[in-house]
């Protein structure tokens, strides 16, 4: 039986309070009010986060995802997530070959993969909608559906807290945010490994322990006023190869950029110093990348959106990589491959996405002129991007493959690949298969760890 490939594309959703602010206008203003009526809907016809509940042709209905523990799957805390659905089989396979019949489901960077390798391929599995959050975070969402403002010319958020500030936005700005502001936790452990990969397929893994304390999801707060403009303390300390071990990042990042940028700070073994790093911003090289992807590219996108103009594409069918747990179960031997990962190894499924696009501003520089971002929409996560040099020539091409934390229960990623495609090399970050499980609840951090002479402490052990 030949599966049905598409569900009918759309330039947008129901979910849109205004399609034509979503479509073109700057976050000029404060807020657009979203009506009582479409506050409502979220819980009814739209999900909790603010997705479309219905199914459309490939795409099923959210029926409430994995708010636990799945019956079928032996998970004891402590261990790596298993994969509900082990017995899914592959429905049909994209590639170069066949990748015209597909084009309507495909993101650019997929289509500039396809024509550049003629390994790569997408192996396409039953769309399987998992993505559940706590029931107070589905509060705090409805609440910021009624409350949440933009401010600083669409750089920074007030009066809404946790879960999602803009579940029925009102423009491209207010999507992003969505997107930085998800719920991840409150406080939160990993070791997480990164493997900048020459055209040959040789690397040396890099391994970071890093931690963050996500202030917005802080429970005992009430608005975005009790932050002190604070969004997240974050705290990176490299631990492998020898020759890199003991650099230390602390960032805090603010809720509103445009009353005070992010704050960054560095530790090097070599100096014994803590040095202010305003280079952990922007197009800067990110760190522990090799120059394979910029610092504004962590998790998709991340920090001050002062230097593009953003505006909505649409919302359509797209196939993005999810539910990635055999990427999660791969070792890196068979994960790591020439030119890009194991594509047996990632789970791609049929998923109704926002598209956005970054146009750079005139007055502002940066080396990616144009960023087209895909976001699903039961998580607001960006599952991939396409990167634009100032040729208008795709550059660089992002993957970010997530699955759902049922033990939490929250959407997360498990990998980022960034592709470099002028370059034949790619990044693959975020990894996880041979690390400890990552710790949603680190009731242990505290605020006051997050300093210069904490992080120097730390890297001169």
């Known amino acids: 039986m030949k599966v049905r490939k598409n569900?009918?594309?759309?330039?947008?959703?129901?979910?849109?309070?205004?399609?034509?602010?979503?479509?073109?206008?700057?976050?000029?203003?404060?807020?657009?009010?979203?009506?009582?009526?479409?506050?409502?809907?979220?819980?009814?016809?739209?999900?909790p986060v603010g997705a479309e509940r219905a199914g459309e042709g490939d795409i099923p209905e959210w029926t409430g995802g994995l708010s636990s523990v799945p019956s079928n799957v032996d998970y004891q805390p402590g261990e790596h997530l298993k994969d509900p659905f082990p017995s899914d089989p592959v429905r049909y396979t994209v590639t170069g070959a066949n990748a015209a019949e597909y084009a309507d489901i495909l993101t650019a960077g997929q289509r500039a993969m396809l024509d550049l390798y003629d390994t790569y391929k997408l192996n396409v599995y039953q769309t399987r909608r998992t993505c559940a959050y706590p029931e107070n975070v589905y509060q705090a969402t409805k609440r910021n559906a009624a409350v949440g403002e933009l401010v600083g010319g669409g750089n920074g958020v007030s009066k809404a807290i946790m879960g999602f500030p803009f579940p029925i936005p009102n423009n491209a700005y207010e999507i992003v945010w969505n997107h930085t502001l998800r719920y991840r936790s409150f406080k939160l452990t990993r070791q997480f490994a990164a493997a900048p990969m020459t055209p040959s397929g040789d690397y040396t893994l890099l391994k970071v322990q890093d931690e963050a304390i996500f202030w917005w999801s802080d429970p005992s707060k009430g608005s975005a006023e009790e932050l002190n403009n604070n969004s997240i303390f974050y705290i990176?300390?490299?631990?492998?190869?020898?020759?890199?071990?003991?650099?230390?990042?602390?960032?805090?990042?603010?809720?509103?950029?445009?009353?005070?940028?992010?704050?960054?700070?560095?530790?090097?073994?070599?100096?014994?110093?803590?040095?202010?790093?305003?280079?952990?911003?922007?197009d800067n090289p990110g760190v522990n990348t090799d120059g394979l992807s910029t610092a504004d590219s962590f998790d998709g996108y991340n920090g001050s959106l002062e230097r593009y103009d953003w505006t909505v594409k649409g919302k359509s069918p797209r196939l993005i990589a999810a539910n990635a747990y055999a990427t999660l179960n791969s070792s890196y031997e068979e994960f790591l491959t020439p030119r890009h990962v194991n594509q047996d190894r990632v789970r791609y499924e049929l998923h109704r996405v926002w598209e956005i696009e970054a146009n750079l501003r005139p007055e502002t520089r940066h080396v990616y002129a144009r960023r087209t971002l895909y976001l699903d929409e039961d998580s607001w996560q960006i599952t991939g991007s396409a990167l634009y040099d100032g040729r208008g020539e795709i550059w660089r091409v992002q993957e970010i493959q997530q699955a759902q934390a049922y033990q939490v229960p929250l959407c997360g990623?498990?990998?980022?690949?960034?592709?470099?495609?002028?370059?034949?090399?790619?990044?693959?970050?975020?990894?996880?298969?041979?690390?400890?499980p990552v710790n949603f609840f680190a009731d242990e951090l505290d605020g006051d760890r997050y300093t210069p002479s904490a992080i120097r402490r730390m890297g001169a052990r």
């Open 7 to 47: 569900a009918s594309a759309r330039n947008a959703a129901p979910v849109l309070v205004l399609l034509a602010a979503l479509t073109g206008a700057a976050a000029t203003a404060a807020h657009a009010a979203v009506p009582e009526a479409q506050v409502n809907r979220l819980g009814n016809d739209l999900t």
């Open 236 to 282: 990176a300390n490299t631990i492998e190869p020898a020759r890199a071990a003991g650099n230390v990042i602390l960032v805090h990042e603010a809720i509103n950029a445009a009353v005070r940028p992010r704050q960054a700070w560095q530790y090097s073994p070599g100096t014994r110093r803590v040095r202010r790093a305003p280079n952990i911003a922007f």
């Open 413 to 436: 990623y498990n990998a980022q690949i960034d592709y470099d495609l002028q370059a034949s090399r790619y990044l693959a970050a975020g990894l996880q298969n041979e690390e400890p």
